[in-house]
């Protein structure tokens, strides 16, 4: 089962970016990093104060938004 309790949208913070709860981490840093090939261990080196379970919390947030709806992508 999914749980979406380690990421938390707030107003104010981060311009209201989805973010590891408890820090300034955003969701699009730790997917950027991933996309950029870098591994989980990577990103918990340059992250420290984070876990693997908010990364992959950031990976379930994300193929939850992927799946909101249809995106139409170019050729």
Same mark, same amino acid.
């Given at each position: 089962?999914? #749980? %979406? !309790? /380690?990421? +938390?949208? #707030? @107003? =104010?913070?981060?311009?209201? *970016? @989805?973010?590891? *709860?408890? #820090? /300034?981490? #955003?969701?699009?840093?730790?997917? =950027?990093? %991933?996309?950029?090939?870098?591994?989980?261990?990577?990103? %918990?080196? !340059?992250? @420290?104060?984070?876990?693997?379970?908010? +990364? %992959?919390?950031?990976?379930?947030?994300?193929?939850?938004?992927?799946?909101?709806?249809?995106?139409?992508?170019?050729?």
């Amino acid at each position: 089962m999914y #749980t %979406l !309790d /380690r990421i +938390v949208c #707030t @107003p =104010g913070v981060v311009s209201g *970016k @989805p973010r590891i *709860k408890g #820090t /300034r981490v #955003t969701v699009g840093a730790i997917l =950027g990093q %991933l996309a950029a090939g870098h591994s989980v261990d990577d990103v %918990l080196r !340059d992250f @420290p104060y984070i876990q693997r379970e908010d +990364v %992959l919390a950031a990976l379930q947030y994300a193929a939850w938004r992927a799946q909101e709806g249809e995106v139409e992508l170019s050729a």
